[in-house]
């Protein structure tokens, strides 16, 4: 909006600047010794604009979308009743460990943005470690947290390549794959042990283990 009626761009233009942005972000590379993450998503932002509109971005514009866009983005991160029951139900039998890959200060944001940290016995966010998932390192150290071995362990998450694969590299008792959005892998992905189309449907799988 502000893009529309501070700066006058025509609804068209907005949106493209907004694909744009997405664009970029999805293909983003964060190295923290180079860049802050406030200030590479600033770049992109510019880039975004002058892709469409041409000419010297105005910083100040560039600054606005992305803090714009990020309190917008931290607003919408809740947990739903039904994640969080399931999440306090398994913490009452099981140790439960949240595992992100990540630039540290975006990802402590969204957790404490949906408020999830009373749910886990412990936190690690990949960007504060050696290595990120799907390498063995990171897995180990999160077993060692919990303080139980690979094959008591059991991974839940939603990407393949590194969710999954990193539990398969790590030897875990399980890998459960949540595939919201029905799609079909490539033949070359990382196979789990298990696929859910949901997280409603985590509760009746664990009782088969």
């Given at each position: 909006?502000?893009?529309?009626?501070?700066?006058?761009?025509?609804?068209?233009?907005?949106?493209?600047?907004?694909?744009?942005?997405?664009?970029?972000?999805?293909?983003?590379?964060?190295?923290?010794?180079?860049?802050?993450?406030?200030?590479?998503?600033?770049?992109?932002?510019?880039?975004?604009?002058?892709?469409?509109?041409?000419?010297?971005?105005?910083?100040?514009?560039?600054?606005?979308?992305?803090?714009?866009?990020?309190?917008?983005?931290l607003k919408h991160l809740t947990l739903t009743e039904e994640t969080r029951k399931i999440l306090r139900d398994l913490?009452?039998?099981?140790?439960?460990?949240?595992?992100?890959?990540?630039?540290?200060?975006?990802?402590?944001?969204?957790?404490?943005?949906?408020?999830?940290?009373?749910?886990?016995?412990?936190?690690?966010?990949?960007?504060?470690?050696?290595?990120?998932?799907?390498s063995l390192s990171i897995f180990l150290h999160c077993c060692k947290l919990l303080g139980v071995q690979p094959e008591d362990c059991v991974m839940i998450g939603d990407s393949l390549d590194t969710d999954i694969q990193g539990g398969l590299n790590a030897g875990l008792k399980a890998t459960i794959w949540i595939n919201k959005t029905g799609i079909v892998p490539k033949e070359i992905s990382p196979v789990p042990h298990y696929t859910i189309s949901s997280l409603l449907e985590l509760p009746g799988l664990l009782v088969t283990f």
């Open positions: 909006k502000i893009l529309q009626y501070e700066y006058y761009y025509t609804e068209s233009e907005a949106d493209m600047v907004c694909d744009k942005f997405q664009a970029k972000l999805r293909k983003e590379c964060f190295d923290p010794s180079k860049i802050s993450i406030t200030n590479l998503r600033i770049q992109h932002w510019k880039g975004a604009i002058q892709e469409v509109k041409g000419g010297t971005v105005n910083q100040k514009l560039a600054r606005e979308c992305y803090f714009l866009w990020k309190t917008a983005r913490k009452k039998v099981v140790p439960l460990l949240l595992l992100t890959n990540g630039d540290t200060e975006t990802q402590r944001e969204k957790i404490e943005a949906c408020a999830c940290q009373e749910f886990f016995d412990a936190i690690v966010v990949g960007g504060e470690q050696k290595e990120e998932k799907p």
